[in-house]
């Protein structure tokens, strides 16, 4: 099998190096870039499994790289940034970002983050099932992996796919910030629940604002009928 192709575009230097050795003593193949114009260049060109992108870089920001990646595939994207300020995590994560890590970080624990997102896009693409799933106007096709709202064909990323899976899995039923986060993001140790808020209000943007709760206190759930 081959290794699990990663773009890493840093334009700090001894970050870059260091991460990119990082990630290559575990098994990772590892293509670089500087800035955002060459890392879209390098995104285009290679088409990598996951792109990590530093949220500050010259020529064309993380945000605006992250955002063109998203338009052209669903290729996970992992943002770091040295704030952990809740504006910088927000526009990372609604420019379609799936996670992020805060620098300065551990490999180990960016290697996780990075093996859990491939997780999740893959289980997304395995799941199976034979009757679409109906919730009002929307429809979820497990086995075709199609959402349709109105009839209407609906794009979500691998990650929003996945929280949308828990919540058809359980219509009605609240599920609490930490256990999306597990489902959804394989935080077992707990993580940042502003990654699940950014994403449930992406996905009420795509499927519809009413069709998810908030519960207030105790996290969100699915509307069982219009």
Known sequence: MSPMHVLLVEDDAVIREATQLALERDGFEVTVAEDGISGLARYREQLPDVALLDLMLPGMNGV??????REESSTPVIMMSARADPIDVVLGLEAGADDYVTKPFDSTVLVARIRAVVRRMNRAEASTGEQPLRFGDLEVHRNGLEVRVAGQPVE?????????????????????RDVLLEQVWDYQWGGDS????????????????????????FGYKLKSSP
Request: charged letters at 25%; one cysteine or more; a positive charge.
């Open 64 to 69: 605006s790289l992250c955002r063109q990646i």
């Open 156 to 176: 979500l990323t691998p990650t929003e796919l996945r929280l949308l899976l828990c919540f058809v899995d359980s219509p009605g039923s609240v599920l609490t």
């Open 194 to 217: 502003r990654v699940v808020d950014v994403h449930v209000q992406r996905l009420r943007a795509k499927v519809g604002q009413d069709r998810i709760e908030t519960v207030r206190g």
